[in-house]
């Protein structure tokens, strides 16, 4: 009983000391993630005029970019299981849908490389440098 009453004591006092800690406001906000690029991009010693145009090539690929689109994903999905689930496998079906899918993300991984170009012909040649060595850093899994 001693053993358990000290016990409890113990547990009370550290949840009392922790309390405060525990509802204190946080006062900083925590980063958004960053994605490999951004902080490729981030680590550059960047002039005000790069910066600014780096900006406007990525609002321009992010305005130009489409929306994901839910529905067309489920819709996908629902007609892989469908013909899974069906006695005879079509095959032709199915490759239609991988291939419709495939040219989807084959274009938008164009688009991620048309972007990174862009950036690449912004920096100086020493920046050029350091951008290849971070992008085959990252290639080679960090």
Do not use: W
């Not at 321009?60 to 629902?78: F, G, H, M």
């Not at 991984?109 to 972007?115: F, G, P, S």
């Amino acid at each position: 009983m001693k053993l358990l009453k000290r016990s409890f004591c113990a547990l009370s006092a550290s949840a009392l000391l922790m309390a405060p800690l525990a509802f204190a406001s946080n006062t900083q906000h925590p980063m958004p993630a960053l994605n490999p690029i951004q902080m490729v991009i981030a680590s550059m010693d960047l002039a005000a005029e790069q910066q600014a145009e780096i900006f406007r090539l990525v609002d321009e690929y992010q305005s130009n970019r489409s929306p994901a689109d839910i529905d067309r994903a489920l819709e996908v999905k629902r007609q892989q299981i469908r013909i899974v689930t069906q006695p005879d496998f079509d095959e032709s079906e199915l490759e239609a849908i991988i291939d419709s899918v495939q040219a989807e993300e084959k274009a938008i991984a164009m688009d991620d490389m048309r972007l990174k170009n862009k950036i690449y012909n912004v920096l100086t040649n020493e920046q050029k440098n350091r951008f290849k060595a971070s992008m085959k850093f990252m290639l080679n899994g960090y």
